[in-house]
């Protein structure tokens, strides 16, 4: 994919983001944190479009040493399957693993759901949104304890609140698709 498509599918997926994701209001986060405004990214990853772009994008950001992506569940779980499906559309099948925030309660009692890869499978960690960044370090720590390697998180949104410097003091190479003042940004063009 060259250049001008990702520009488009980029630009295409910041519009649906801002239309279905992005809202403004009171909100508690996730880390207690209380907020202006707050960015569900799931009807948008489980939109067909923007589950495409989103595929599409983050792929294009997989380096060629990655072999799977994970993420932690419910958040990173179409994003994974996403970029997943994609990849097996071009010459780079890439396996995805869904992280649980509990073990499984019956069964094999797993954390990882998808295929057994073997141990030092190289992983990257996907994400929707990173605030403070434990959501994905959860995944990390999850990943590693079952033997794979995880030096790397990719996010289709950072709200610059720590997720990033916490990335940088574990060593884990942090990129992601928009920062929030992409997404602001965006907003107010549209309104002109």
């Known amino acids: 994919m060259d250049a001008g498509d990702l520009k488009v599918l980029r630009d295409r997926l910041l519009d649906l983001l801002c239309d279905f994701a992005y809202r403004e209001g009171d909100f508690v986060l996730s880390s207690g944190q209380k907020s202006s405004y707050y960015i569900n990214c799931k009807p948008v990853t ?5 589950a495409l772009a989103t595929g599409r994008l983050l792929l294009s950001m997989l380096s060629s040493d990655v072999q799977a992506v994970g993420g932690l569940t419910l958040g990173a779980d179409p994003i994974v399957t996403a970029v997943s499906v994609v990849s097996a559309l071009g010459d780079r099948p890439v396996p995805a693993l869904i992280v649980r925030k509990e073990t499984k309660g019956h069964g094999t009692m797993a954390y990882i759901e998808g295929p057994l890869l073997p141990e030092g499978t190289n992983v990257a960690v996907l994400e929707d949104v990173v605030t403070t960044g434990k959501s994905a370090m959860q995944a990390v720590e999850r990943l590693r304890a079952a033997g794979y390697k995880v030096d790397r998180i990719l996010s289709l949104i950072d709200r610059e609140q720590g997720g990033r410097e916490l990335y940088r003091e574990a060593g884990l190479d942090f990129q992601a698709v928009f920062t929030i003042k992409d997404l602001k940004e965006w ?6």
């Open 187 to 192: 907003i107010k063009l549209r309104r002109i």
């Open 46 to 50: 489980l939109h067909a479009e923007g």
